[in-house]
C-alpha cells in the first residue's frame, strides 16, 4: 500500500498565476482534506471532499477549489496567487467517520515569487 | 469557535529521559482527538488516535490521554531516543472529522 501520494513534491509559481496539486488516498479511503501549513504554524483545514462533493469548508476564499474523482482521487486548484500562498499543502484521507484516523501525504511545497 | 494550544513550544531533554506533551481545547464538543509528528518539511505521521468516549490510547513507548471535560490531552513518550526528534502536533476531530490543530511542540533528544 503506496499510502497518500501527493504531487508535485514543489512548485514555484508567479504571482496571479493558477497551480493545481493533486492527492491519491490511502487504498481502501473514501474522503479527502486539505490542509495548508504555514511555516511554524499548525496545518489550517481548506475543505473536504466525500462523494465527489464538497462536504466542509474552512475560512478560505473561493480562489481555492476542488474536485474528487470517481476514485476519490482529488485536486486542489488556486487561482490569482498571493505571496500569503506559500505553504505546504497537505492532502489527508481517511474512511468516512470519526471512528478513523486520518492519513497525511508528504505534501506539495508551493513558493509564490 | 474551537482553539488549540500546545504547551511548551519547544523543549529539549537529554536522551532516556521521560517526557510530557500537552495540548488544551476550548470546545470540549470533540468526537475525537489525534496526535501527529512532523519531520522538518515532511508531511504528518499518525501516532495516536482517541475516540470521545476513550481516556487513553498506547502504542509502544507513546501514551496518550484525553480529558474532555477540561479540555485537555497529554503524550507521554518514555525513554526518549534521538529518533523522537521531530514537531509534534495534536488536532481536534469534529462531526466530519475535519481537524482543528495546535501550532505543535518541537522535541530535541540530545544525544
Known amino acids: 500500500d503506496a499510502g497518500v501520494t501527493q504531487s508535485p513534491t514543489h512548485l514555484i509559481k508567479t504571482r496571479g498565476q493558477q497551480v493545481t496539486l493533486r492527492c491519491s488516498p490511502k487504498s481502501g479511503h473514501d474522503t479527502v482534506s486539505w490542509y495548508q501549513q504555514a511555516l511554524g504554524q499548525g496545518p489550517q483545514f481548506i475543505f473536504q471532499y466525500y462523494e465527489e462533493e464538497e462536504r466542509q469548508r474552512g475560512n478560505f476564499p473561493d480562489r481555492f477549489s476542488g474536485h474528487q474523482f470517481p476514485n476519490y482521487s482529488s485536486e486542489l486548484n488556486v487561482n490569482a496567487l498571493l505571496l500569503g500562498d506559500s505553504a505546504l499543502y497537505l492532502c489527508a484521507s481517511s474512511m468516512t467517520g470519526v471512528d478513523y484516523e486520518q492519513y497525511f501525504g508528504p505534501g506539495t511545497r508551493l513558493t509564490v515569487t | 469557535k474551537q482553539e488549540v494550544t500546545q504547551i511548551p513550544a519547544a523543549l529539549s531533554v537529554p536522551e532516556g529521559e521521560n517526557l510530557v506533551l500537552n495540548c488544551s481545547f476550548t470546545?470540549?464538543?470533540?468526537?475525537?482527538l489525534q496526535w501527529f509528528r512532523q519531520d522538518p518539511g515532511k508531511g504528518l505521521t499518525s501516532l495516536l488516535l482517541?475516540?470521545?468516549?476513550?481516556r487513553e490510547q498506547t502504542s509502544g513507548r507513546l501514551n496518550a490521554s484525553l480529558d474532555k471535560s477540561s479540555g485537555r490531552s497529554t503524550l507521554y513518550i518514555a525513554a526518549s531516543q534521538p529518533g523522537d526528534s521531530a514537531t509534534y502536533l495534536c488536532a481536534v476531530g469534529g462531526a466530519t472529522n475535519k481537524l482543528i490543530f495546535g501550532t505543535g511542540t518541537l522535541l530535541a533528544v540530545q544525544p
Open positions: 470546545d470540549s464538543a470533540i468526537y475525537n
Open positions: 482517541i475516540q470521545s468516549s476513550q
